[in-house]
């Protein structure tokens, strides 16, 4: 195989994401509002070094800001960020899932007051158990389906 | 930067579909019918070696048919199929925009006789000029944005 087919661009400047869950690369880019008009580089069902499998993320050109990272976080608990200048990672920090989110997410009951054209914002909560679920402070319901819950 | 984030992963058997026009990479990926639970390396707007830009498709586990490949030609019609066994190109070929495309495509024209649910089947023929035109045999419309009117 000739070399060129093997290595993805280094980037000078830009974000890596590190450790997203395998198969979420395209809904990080979608919670992140991202198109096709820059540089990017995604591995899917890449072949993790601790075992098991990863998406990974390479964004040119795109520092991401820490409400970006935990938009990241909700849907990709274990990500890691790393921002690189200059060809080097000058700061890598872990994606934290926010306890409580306010008008990111859509609740997935119809009939919650936070769906009703009221002027009523969308809040969750991290549930204190160890599962990454959020629950809805309104009618309590959880989130099904994370991904698709958030708002693009 | 950590030697990790320079490569993406080589892969043993698969297909590489190398210049893509930039940004249509995802839009082949939707043609293909390919979803996320295989992997994948997706490179938007890379560097060209000839100058420009160009995405880069590297499917791991699926060999592309003749057919496969006129289906990325219809949208990205400079397109190239490398197919990988063992970790060795074995076959390359050049994506073919087909002549006619019966069934594929949908006429982006309301009124055509082709979108009034009559067993009709779609039909597009290459533009005898020198633009990547398909003209639909019924109702004579040209298709505009080619990626939008292709069936998944």
Redesign the interface.
């Known amino acids: 195989?000739?070399k060129?087919?093997?290595?993805?661009?280094?980037i000078e400047h830009g974000t890596?994401i590190d450790h997203i869950l395998a198969?979420?690369?395209?809904d990080v880019l979608r919670v992140l509002g991202l198109s096709?008009?820059?540089?990017?580089?995604?591995?899917?069902?890449?072949?993790s070094?601790k075992g098991g499998k990863k998406d990974i993320l390479?964004i040119?050109d795109v520092e991401l800001s820490g409400e970006e990272a935990n938009r990241v976080a909700l849907i990709s608990p274990q990500a890691t960020i790393?921002i690189?200048v200059e060809?080097?990672?000058v700061r890598k920090f872990k994606a934290e899932a926010p306890k409580v989110v306010r008008g990111i997410l859509t609740c997935s009951n119809p009939n919650c007051i936070s769906r009703q054209n009221e002027p009523v914002t969308s809040e969750f909560r991290l549930s204190p158990d160890a599962g990454h679920r959020y629950v809805c402070a309104y009618c309590e319901r959880d989130i099904i389906d994370l991904a698709k819950r958030v708002r693009s």
Do not use: Q, T, W
């Open positions: 195989m000739p060129k087919f093997m290595k993805a661009e280094r890596l198969g979420m690369a395209f096709n008009d820059r540089g990017m580089s995604i591995l899917i069902n890449s072949h070094r390479k040119e790393n690189i060809g080097k990672v």
